[in-house]
Structure formats: C-alpha cells, structure tokens
C-alpha cells in the first residue's frame, strides 16, 4: 500500500484538505443538473409554449436549437475562459447568467423573446458546464474522493435528462410551461450562494492570450455541426442545408485542428487530445451518448404517442432507470473506480446499455410497462451508471491543471455533439423506415379490400413501433462500437494500490516526455 506521503505523490493542494469541499460537490451537482436537465425540461414544455405565444410549427424547433447552438458551439470557448480568468469566477458568473437567462425566458411575450432568452441560456450554460466539472477534477484529486465526487457528478449527468421529462410534465401539468424556465432561478441563486461559500479559485500566474484564431474557427465549426444535425429531422439528410452546414463544419474544424499545432497559445492544446486514454474516453463517450440521445427520443415517443401516457407518466416511466444509474454511479462504479482498470468499467458498461437496446427492439404495440420495459431500463441504467463515471474520470486524470476547463469543455462538447447527432440521426432513421413501412402495409391492405380509418390508424401505429425497433436496433450497434472503442484503446491499467493520484503517470504524453508539456506550468490552486 502506497504511503500517502510517498515521494510520487504530489502535495495535496488547499482544496484537498478543505472540509467544505463536499459541499462544493453539492452545489456543482447542483449546477450540473439545472445544465442538464435544461436540455429536455422544455420538450414536454413545448406545445403549451406554442399555443400561448402563437408560435408557428416552422419555428417552434428553435426553442432547441438557439439553445443547442449557443452551448455546443461556445463550449472550448467557455472552458478556454474558465482556466484564463478562474474557475470559480467563471462557475458563478455562469450561474447569474444562467438564471437571468431563464427568468426572461419564463417571461417571453413572443416567440422571438423565447428564442433569444434561450440563446442566452446556451452562452451561460457554456460557461457553467466546463467550470462546474474542472472544479471538480481540481478539488477531489485522491482517488477514493475522486470516485465519490465523480460518482455523484456522473450520475446526475446521466439522469438528468430523464429528470427533465419528468419535472416537465409535472411543471406543465400543475403549473405552468413558464415554470420550467422560472424553476432555475432560485436553483441557480443556491448554487450561486453555496459555490461562492465553499469553492476554491485556480488561476494560472501567467495568463496567456486568448487563441482568437481558434476561437472563430472552433465555435464556428461546432455550430455549423450543430445546426446541420438539427435541420436534419424536418429537413433531411440529403437536403442541401443541412449538407452544406455539415461539411462547412467538418472543414472548420478540421482547419481548427490543424491551427492548434501552431498556435502559440492554442485554444484546445494538442497535448489534451494526444493522450491515448483520453481520447478513447472522449470518442467512448461520444459514441454512447449518440445511443442514449436516441432512446430517449425514441421511448418519449413510444410512452406518449403508442402508449397513451399523459406527459407526467412518461417522466414517471424514466424515473426507475435514472435511479439506476445514479445508484450504480455513486454505490458500484466509484467503488471500483480506484480498484479496477477503466476499461473494465465501461466495457462491461457498454455491453450492458447494447444489450438492453436490443431488448427494446421486441418492444409490442400494446406493452405491459413491468414485464416489457422496466427491465430493459433498468439495465440500461446499470450500463450507463458504470460508463460515465469512468469516461469522465479517465477524460479528465493527469490533465495539467492551467487546461482542467478546456478540457472539461471538451467532454461536454462531446455530450453535446453526441446528443444532437444522435438526436436526428436516429430519429431520421426511425421516421424513414416507419414510412416505408406504412406505404407497403397500407398498399397492401388496399389490395385485399377498402381500407377504413381504424386500419390505417393500426397501421399507422404498427410503423411506428416499427421505426423504433430499427433505430433501438441501430442504437445497440453504436453502443457496441462504443464498448470496442474502450476495449481497445483505453489502456490506461488499475491505480496503483488503489491509490494512484489524479496526476501520478496518468498522462502518455507525459511519459514520454512531450515537449509541448512544461511542468512548471503545474500548480495548485488555493
């Protein structure tokens, strides 16, 4: 057993020793679950929200995606900002942003009013995300705290967006939609209160400029990819939009990447992304949260629209899978996080999540919720539950301390890029192959006799179900390539004793001396 005190060991910063820091890890989780459940919190808002500000069907999507543009496309930005100026600064300005944000939003007389306050949520909430998770790679640095701190910050990033669904329908049933945009002000005024008590600021001693090249090209090259993925639904895949915005996207952040390698301060510096671990960690994660995007789009559908389930049931539904996973994060994975490899985590995590994906394929028209979707749910959680606390802990060990909020900004990006691909990805491919086969079913039925309204509504619905099943389908495979990816490529191996340090050797490019890495750049915060 590895003596706290052994010479590969760095001190322990002020942060690690301060009793208040699990309070911190209360008020960051807190942050990151208003983020979160933002996200899915106004689907269920939605059609109310259409109704009473006359908004039209053409431009209701833009109640998503003014808010998944300005957070997908400012994420490095916000990230970059949040190691230049402080974390803790930046995680509070966040949070008055945030909540300002969402009391316009509450407020909005006209659609255009909505959009930009959810614009305005998005900036915000690209400030708020990245600062929330480098504090707390910088706070909890010994592994057992570690897997604590990132078992409670991961299983609220994973059943957050179901929480959403479910505080919607409550909200919008009981209340009203303006609630789910006033019910992060005083969440976010707690958060502010608490963060400002108990957290800890890291600022570098040297701050250097600000990469303004790569900021254009990287926020433009995100948005591009975020817009492109969220005209896709109504527009298509082969629509000329959507297909230029992709590749303009692809080419900007190819030219990005290409920038980082000369930059003399670089946005995103490529030490980060050499990390053989990390980038496993962040094309795992990337991968899973396509699938997981899908089915919850998929099974929000299914509970409303095949089911019949009024919008708080729906939520209801999700709610024994978001326990699962907040059990399995806080109760297993952080327990073995210090003992095992990661791969051993999100390996079997992954297979778990495929498994239960497939099982949803065999999902009937007419399904008893106990015998034919709590089990699959339940295992998808348990899948989940072992996958983000390890990806999020592998993506952020041994990352120098001056680039803990890029970093960071780089695994939301990852979640956020992940869930609007996979969002109109599979969506497009479920809608396509329901038509298909509601053409063919209903030409045939045609064929055998007159065709009455029930038929076509039973035929109707079949497809649908029917388009599930080969997207929940789709949805496993990229799972699967999920859990190849970590297989293969996260290598990293088990912590020494149980007690390897935050940044004891985690990093390749350390070991084999990178000469983009300067040490002396490492330091602890206050």
């Not at 966040?94 to 614009?119: H, I, K, N, P, Y």
């Not at 958060?191 to 900021?215: I, N, T, Y």
């Not at 034919?372 to 072992?386: A, R, Y």
């Not at 789709?474 to 290598?491: E, H, K, P, Q, R």
């Amino acid at each position: 057993m590895a003596s706290p005190t052994a010479p590969s060991s760095p001190a322990p910063s002020a942060s690690a020793t301060d009793p208040r820091r699990w309070w911190g890890l209360m008020f960051i989780g807190l942050a990151q679950l208003m983020v979160v459940l933002d996200a899915t919190i106004v689907n269920i808002a939605l059609p109310s929200a259409q109704r009473e500000l006359s908004m039209s069907d053409t431009n209701r999507q833009w109640v998503i995606t003014a808010y998944t543009l300005a957070f997908g496309g400012l994420l490095l930005l916000g990230g970059r900002v949040a190691d230049l100026v402080g974390r803790k600064r930046t995680f509070l300005a966040g949070l008055v942003g945030f909540a300002v944000a969402s009391a316009l939003g509450g407020a909005a007389q006209t659609d255009w009013q909505l959009f930009g306050a959810r614009a305005l949520q998005g900036v915000f909430a690209a400030l708020l995300a990245p600062s929330a998770l480098s504090l707390l790679t910088t706070t909890f640095t010994d592994p057992r705290e570690r897997g604590k701190a990132f078992g409670v910050y991961s299983g609220i990033a994973g059943a957050g967006s179901a929480v959403g669904l479910l505080a919607g329908g409550l909200l919008t049933e009981y209340l009203d939609w303006r609630w789910c945009m006033y019910v992060n002000a005083p969440i976010a005024l707690i958060a502010f209160a608490g963060g400002l008590w108990s957290l800890h600021d890291h600022r570098p001693e040297r701050r250097p400029r600000l990469d303004l090249r790569g900021v254009v090209l990287a926020c433009a090259g995100l948005v591009a990819v975020v817009y492109g993925c969220s005209e896709a639904e109504p527009r298509g895949w082969d629509s000329p939009l959507v297909l230029s915005m992709l590749i303009a996207g692809v080419l900007l952040l190819a030219l990005f990447g290409w920038w980082q390698t000369r930059a003399g301060s670089p946005l995103l510096p490529p030490r980060i992304v050499r990390d053989r671990n990390r980038a496993g960690a962040f094309l795992t994660l990337g991968l899973a949260v396509i699938a997981m995007f899908g089915m919850f789009l998929y099974m929000t559908y299914y509970f409303q629209d095949v089911l019949g389930y009024r919008p708080v049931e729906a939520g209801l539904a999700f709610l024994p899978m978001s326990v699962t996973i907040i059990l399995t994060s806080t109760q297993i994975a952080s327990r073995l996080l210090h003992r095992l490899p990661p791969r051993l985590l999100i390996s079997p995590g992954t297979l778990l999540a495929a498994v239960a994906l497939f099982l949803l394929t065999f999902l009937p028209v007419k399904a008893d919720y106990v015998a034919h979707v709590l089990p699959s749910t339940l295992l998808f959680g348990l899948g989940m539950g072992l996958i983000f606390v390890a990806v999020m802990d592998t993506a952020t060990k041994g990352v120098d301390p001056n680039d803990s909020g890029v970093t960071s900004a780089t695994v939301n990006t990852c979640q956020q890029v992940g869930g609007s691909i996979g969002t109109a990805l599979l969506n497009t491919i479920a809608t396509s192959t329901a038509g298909t086969y509601v053409a063919a079913h209903l030409k045939s039925a045609a064929a055998t006799g007159p065709v009455t309204p029930a038929v076509r509504s039973a035929i109707a619905k079949d497809g649908v179900v029917h388009g599930f099943h080969v997207g929940l389908a789709w949805a496993s495979v990229i799972m699967l390539a999920a859990s190849v990816v970590a297989w293969f490529v996260i290598t990293a191996p088990a912590p020494r004793d149980g007690h390897r340090t935050a940044g004891d050797g985690a990093d390749e490019d350390r070991r084999a001396g990178d000469a983009e890495y300067d040490p002396r750049r490492m330091r602890a915060g206050p």
